[in-house]
């Protein structure tokens, strides 16, 4: 398997500044290639350790792909740096770049200047990979014995997120061409409401049973679920999809409908999916969730098709005036109770005129806990055209993480009951 | 100045599965103790690779903290290479640590597995800080000249990032007890609607005029705005932050009521302040920003205090029906518009009875753009006691982006006028 490593330049990533999620974006896009990433490295604006970081890298890898520095304030460092590393002793401007900087300059009403045009100084001996997403250009170093015995390939790229990952996939493309990879097939499933630690006691049958070629890998995201993905080195595109898909087939009866959809499928694009399928609309009542249930319906573009909004009753007297709980519920039973939630979700899809709602009344903490309703504990309900239901959970986070847990979980019994109202027992897998 | 390296261990983060925050958080906290993160490194679960990587960084730093590796089944591996670095040939339990394993297990009503219990297990070579947030104790190496010249210390803390998180505060005391450190002082501000290019302009001749020994750092954040930060290495506390403050003083004439706070504020949570010390209250509608505002007012632990709730109308059926927005007004002039979004703030203040409101309508794209009002597009609504305006901006983010500047934006807006309408121009640089 090739090897590879991801050095990322800046200080601003040292200083604890900002945030290096670049690394991750791409080890990501080399993994689903095939290229596993053995190290990854931060060093700072300092061309000693720049040039020292990054020798070492090329030393024990196949490819080294660098990230940042490329700025018109920080350019002489990096491409210093480079220079020194591969020997380079010529420049020339690479004009389809400097076409993109000239014309980025202009619809932004800003001159250019010498710094910005020198952004399209590029070595002779680097190949150039346009970058269309802004002014500095991607360069490829093919890097001979003499400098490195292995023969590394490096990959400058802009430090800039959107640049970045923009050009992952000129860079895979390249290393396809370069490096004739085996091929790879991967097949994610996505499931929800099975923790990783059960669900791999649950499938450790299955998963003995599998294929010697193929390798299953747990993703859990506390948003999403637990991701499950087989991969298949080698082989036929065609062929591998089927039976991969045979394999996920076998899951259905073990770990039934926590099953609900496949690859990049989140719950609440699901829950669209569906909904705009059956032409059926949707609202949500929130209260300890305050709002982020909404948030991530809304999140999907094309949303306002089948969601009509919601309310965020945080306050009883909302709960009451506007969504219309009886006041009695209130006093008997707590708005954290069976009865407030259905009368929540009831209450909204009246005023909202919806086919389904979700609602939520919890105690996301640091306080409000009392005997019986610790912190962490949320009803759920949901409303659909058939029936009302609830269900209690408790959780053991934080403030945020409850509330995270709670919108996740309502979301998932709310896609569970508009599954069950559309058609039984929707197969998700080989969509 | 102390040079410190971190180096995060596991194949999840080289595989692009889970992101590493715990780099930044690290060296955040180094840095406002006034140790400068010269390298980070990421290594997978594989002995040699951990071993040389730790070498090679604590032979050029004073100080290297490892994260990750610890859980119960990756548990061999690491201590492994550390005893293998740290020349350890004799372990014991660590008592105090074991009896929260215990208690832990317990609570969760799980059996007490020899891999659990030898979390506890620790070199008698390292000094323990105990991990109350979980299993695995925090170690501590204070290293020889004859293992390294520069004699640094290691710690290694789990990679679980509340855990990791939390035992920063052990670390940063005993870095400072093992130390002796020039004292730092800093003191941040917070403001918003100023860009960073822009502001750097305003501040420039301040910025020349600032004593010799204070340093300014810009830290911008798409949800926070721009925080301003000035720092001093040594010197008295008391004196320094009076210094300080008479500099930030300076700044009010030029940056005006863009500054909203200091530290660790928020927009949501200097809201909350302002509403809490007037006793008033606050209520929210919104179209485009689809329940963020809410989710980020009621991120605020004690919100319930002064937030009575919202009103996400997503559909026009729900602005009219709920909000009692006219059906003539979003016929003349658009659910975008001016009146509509005066309209909503003013709805959701009357039934739900609150004192102040925010009200949002725009276009996050990616369709939904017609001539005039481009995707970008957003109205803001604010209505107090006094009044409601409405204010237009345009973004040209993604989806995702811009549903967030509409929302920080708004958030800047009612902080505004909860200002204006409690106290006039209210000081809180001085909070």
Chains 1, 2 share one sequence.
């Not at 070492?56 to 740096?81: C, Q």
């Not at 995270?404 to 599954?419: K, M, W």
Request: with cysteine.
């Amino acid at each position: 398997m090739l090897k590879a490593a991801i050095c990322t330049i800046g200080d601003e990533i040292l200083i604890g500044q900002v945030l290096d999620t670049n690394s991750q974006a791409i080890s990501k896009s080399l993994e689903s290639i095939g290229v596993r990433t053995e190290t990854m490295l931060s060093v700072g604006d300092d061309t000693d350790e720049i040039i020292s970081g990054l020798r070492s890298l090329l030393n024990k890898h196949d490819i080294v792909i660098a990230t940042g520095g490329l700025g018109p304030t920080k350019d002489d460092i990096t491409k210093k740096s480079l220079a020194a590393i591969t020997g380079t002793k010529s420049w020339h401007i690479d004009e389809e770049q400097e076409k993109i900087i000239v014309s980025m300059l202009d619809k932004r009403g800003i001159a250019h200047t010498r710094d910005n045009l020198n952004q399209a100084l590029v070595p002779d001996s680097s190949e150039v990979i346009i970058n269309r997403c802004g002014m500095a250009p991607i360069t490829v170093y093919r890097l001979n014995e003499e400098l490195f015995a292995n023969r590394p390939v490096l990959y400058s790229l802009p430090g800039v997120p959107h640049e970045a990952i923009g050009a992952l996939p000129d860079i895979t493309a390249d290393i396809r061409r370069h490096f004739s990879l085996t091929d790879i097939y991967h097949k994610t499933i996505v499931t929800f409401g099975i923790p990783e630690s059960i669900m791999s006691d649950m499938l450790s049958d299955w998963e003995e049973k599998l294929p010697e070629d193929m390798k299953l890998a747990y993703l859990p995201d506390t948003s999403i679920g637990l991701r499950l993905r087989l991969s298949i080195y080698g082989g036929k595109r065609e062929e591998e999809e089927a039976r991969i898909n045979d394999e996920f087939a076998k899951l259905v009866p073990i770990i039934g409908d926590s099953i609900y959809g496949s690859g990049n499928d989140t719950l609440e694009s699901v829950i669209g999916d569906l909904l705009r399928r059956s032409g059926k609309t949707l609202s949500a009542a929130e209260s300890c969730t305050g709002g982020m249930i909404s948030a991530r319906i809304t999140s999907v573009a094309g949303s306002s098709e089948y969601y009509l909004g919601s309310v965020t009753s945080y306050s009883n007297s909302v709960k009451q005036g506007v969504l219309g709980v009886n006041q009695e519920t209130i006093e008997c039973f707590g708005a954290v109770s069976e009865q407030c939630v259905k009368e929540m979700a009831e209450g909204v899809r009246r005023i909202t005129g919806s086919d389904f709602s979700v609602a939520t009344s919890g105690i996301a903490g640091p306080g409000g806990g009392v005997p019986g309703k610790p912190v962490g504990t949320v009803w759920i309900g949901i409303s659909s055209p058939d029936r009302t239901i609830a269900r209690k959970m408790v959780f053991t986070g934080d403030r945020k993480r409850n509330v995270i847990s709670f919108a996740s979980n309502a979301l998932n019994l709310l896609r569970l009951e508009i599954e069950k109202y559309t058609s039984g027992n929707t197969s998700t897998i080989n969509n």
